[in-house]
């Protein structure tokens, strides 16, 4: 499984932006898909993921602000990023568990400017 993310960039504290993940290869064996994201000098951390079975887990630090959602054959993956804030800083890079196997795609940085 190949993913590509899009749709990171800068922006002031209470705006919003959406990131995009676009699955391709193996799509048919994804189990879970979702971002994660690392902070300077942090690591890398959980922020939404999204089941086939439809199931979401959010962070507690995004619940609430922030939405996964996908079309209907999970090929395409959204975050739609609410109400940011400076905290939400970080290189957000898409996952997906496949058929058993873990996979990622490069980073995308969001700025959240105070």
């Known amino acids: 499984v190949q993913l590509q993310a899009s749709g990171g960039g800068l922006v002031q504290a209470g705006g919003s932006l959406r990131l995009t993940c676009a699955a391709s290869g193996s799509t048919r064996s994804i189990n879970m898909i979702g971002w994660y994201r690392q902070a300077p000098g942090r690591q890398r951390a959980p922020v939404a993921l999204?089941?086939?079975?439809?199931?979401?887990i959010y962070s507690d630090s995004v619940e609430g602000r922030f939405t996964i959602s996908s079309d209907n054959t999970m090929n395409t993956v959204y975050l739609q990023m609410n109400s940011l804030k400076p905290e939400d800083t970080a290189v957000y890079s898409c996952?997906?568990?496949?058929?058993?196997?873990?996979?990622w795609g490069q980073g995308t940085q969001v700025t959240v400017s105070s």
């Open positions: 996952y997906t568990l496949a058929g058993g196997k873990t996979y």
């Open positions: 999204l089941s086939n079975l439809g199931s979401t």
